[in-house]
Every structure is written in C-alpha cells, then in structure tokens.
C-alpha cells in the first residue's frame, strides 16, 4: 500500500510543478489554488508513504516520478525540447525507480 500512496504522491508533484507554469507566478487565483493544493497533499502523501519505506528510497521515487512525469508534460503541452539525449536520460531515471523498487522489495 505504501508503493501506491507514494505512486499518487509523485503524481501530485507532477501536477504542482505542470501547475506552477498556469498560476503564472501565483497571478492566477483558481491554477494557484489547485497547484498549492496539489503540493500539500502530494508531501502529505510522500510522509505516509515514509512511515513504512526507507526515506531514501522513497524521496528518490517521488523525484523520480516527479522529474520524468514534469519533464514529459512539459514536451507534450508546452513544446519543449525532445533530443534523444533526454530521452535517454529520462529514460535512466526510469530505470533507477524501478531498480529502487526491485531492490527494496
């Protein structure tokens, strides 16, 4: 259970970082909103997560999820930069979540 409570975290910290690009420096008042919410629940998340998995593990695994997630959203909705150097470099980090996971079990 805590593997799918820190999954929904590192979603969450997608949706607040994709959500800092829309309060447009916290000048929009119903994007700010779901983007500070966003970050309360996802570092609610992340501590319960930590009540049972390593604090290593699961900080890496919600940047992890966050950076590739983020850096993914950001090709599809805003046009950023596509070279095959970072997608293999995303692709590394996805690599090292599921070993983080393989490793703790």
């Not at 500070?36 to 992340?46: E, G, I, R």
């Not at 593990?57 to 599809?76: C, D, F, K, S």
């Amino acid at each position: 259970m805590s593997w799918l409570i820190l999954c929904l975290a590192g979603l969450l910290e997608i949706g607040w970082a994709i959500g800092l690009k829309y309060t447009e420096g916290f000048t929009r008042f119903w994007p700010s909103v779901a983007t500070v919410v966003s970050l309360l629940v996802s570092f609610a998340l992340l501590g319960i997560a930590m009540r049972s998995l390593p604090v290593g593990t699961a900080y890496a695994v919600w940047v992890g999820i966050g950076a590739v997630g983020t850096a993914v959203l950001g090709m599809l909705l805003f046009g950023e930069p596509t070279e095959p150097l970072r997608l293999v470099s995303l692709g590394l980090i996805c690599a090292g979540i599921v070993g983080l996971k393989l490793a703790h079990g």
